[in-house]
């Protein structure tokens, strides 16, 4: 069946520090992919999302590159604050299965100013 | 407005008890979803219903019931409560799930805690 994996947490950084969540997938034939955030106490809000290979999706200048060659979808930011602290999902779906999402095991980010 | 809301926010309980929790989605979307979240954080699809109609149940435990009595609605009734279904529960909506793959919009999540 689909999965997938992603980096465990907490990752601890400072402010303005370069952040990498690494996100890779099994999936039969091509899934969409999305990074999903949650915020201390809140649901679930959809940070970015790229429907085929090569899409770049980018949001709130966060940026994740559907690599289908590799099977990954890694997200990045460049210089983070402490508003970026939270739980950042990776998922896919596809319609064949419903369009039901499967997600990773979340990644903790803590940002200490 | 909220898109898609839930109620309880909140739910504390004794084993054995019937509970449900309500989802209401105002966003006219066709197809409904219900996930829990464990305790490490740990997301799973339960169930989806598109236009009232049952299209996903993961293999739920038969005391968790859904019922969709329109499809701006998706209600989660579970019977017999057990310590193990003490998790965060989610609802989420999206446009349609055939034929396309859509992002899916998620409410704030109720919190059952079961004594």
């Known amino acids: 069946g689909d999965s997938v994996t992603q980096m465990e947490g907490p990752v601890t950084l400072s402010e303005e520090a370069f952040l990498t969540i690494n996100c890779t997938y099994t999936a039969t034939g091509y899934p969409s992919l999305f990074w999903y955030v949650q915020y201390p106490g809140e649901g679930l809000q959809l940070l970015l999302k790229a429907t085929k290979a090569d899409d770049k999706g980018s949001n709130k200048g966060f940026e994740a590159t559907y690599r289908k060659e590799t099977t990954s979808f890694h997200l990045e930011k460049g210089s983070v604050q402490v508003s970026d602290s939270a739980v950042y999902f990776c998922a896919l779906s596809g319609w064949a299965a419903g369009n039901k999402l499967t997600f990773g095991g979340g990644t903790r980010v803590l940002v200490k100013p | 407005d909220t898109a898609v809301s839930q109620t309880p926010k909140y739910l504390v309980t004794q084993m054995g008890n019937d509970k449900s929790i309500k989802c209401e989605q105002n966003?006219?979307?066709?197809?409904m979803y219900w996930y829990k979240q464990d305790s490490k954080k740990f997301l799973k699809i339960m169930f989806s219903y598109n236009n009232k109609e049952l299209i996903i149940n993961e293999t739920v435990p038969n005391r968790f019931s859904p019922k969709s009595p329109d499809k701006a609605h998706l209600n989660l009734h579970i019977n017999s409560l057990e310590l193990g279904d003490s998790a965060v529960y989610f609802c989420a909506s999206s446009q349609d799930s055939s034929g396309g793959v859509l992002e899916q919009f998620f409410g704030p999540g109720t919190r059952l805690t079961v004594l």
């Open positions: 966003l006219g979307h066709d197809t």
